[in-house]
């Protein structure tokens, strides 16, 4: 994976190829300076909202597309991923919630992220924040996921509530 910039962020170099901890990574040529681009994936927290005894999927006001999904968001410095998750549940969705329920953890490849995923009961009146467009309720048993890693983490949980969730028919691209 090259780094999103060409040039040294600490001495201005131009990047060059090299191998780091057995990897070919983008590194500073000036010994002096030796900053690499690591790479390193991202934490970002997920939520399986649970609403009155319903699901809450939402559509992300940037998606193109009308896809429902989990409430996500990055951690502030120094958050517990628990209390960053009750954080953006409210923040996005107006609901209060509490002792989110540890899922798993979930590799996002795509957008080189590590998914905290949290089952969290919420409570009060939805009012959707400025990242969310509209949102669904559904039932646990018409809830269908889909394969990457936040669809993965909604799959697990109702599978260990004892449901048995269907994948949804993802559009083709191109
Ligand atoms: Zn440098």
């Known amino acids: 994976m090259s780094a999103p910039f060409r040039y040294c962020p600490q001495c201005t170099e131009a990047l060059v190829e090299r191998e780091h901890g057995g990897m070919l990574r983008q590194a500073c040529p000036d010994a002096g300076c030796g900053y690499v681009y690591w790479d390193n994936p991202t934490p970002v927290v997920a939520a399986v909202v649970e609403h009155e005894g319903e699901i809450i999927l939402a559509r992300n006001a940037l998606w193109p597309q009308r ?23 409210e923040e996005e969705l107006g609901l209060q919630g509490s002792d989110p329920g540890f899922i798993g953890h979930y590799r996002f490849e795509r957008m080189n992220q590590l998914i ?59």
């Open 67 to 89: 896809f429902f999904a989990l409430v996500t968001g990055f951690l502030e410095r120094n958050e517990d991923p628990a209390e960053a998750v009750l954080r953006e549940v």
């Open 116 to 174: 905290i995923a949290y089952h969290v009961v919420a409570h009060g009146r939805i009012e959707l924040g400025e990242e969310l467009s509209e949102y669904i309720r559904v039932p646990f048993d018409k809830v269908r996921y889909w394969p990457a890693a936040t669809g993965l983490a909604l799959r697990d949980w109702l599978r260990s509530r004892g449901y048995d969730p269907q994948q949804i028919e993802l559009p083709r691209r191109g």
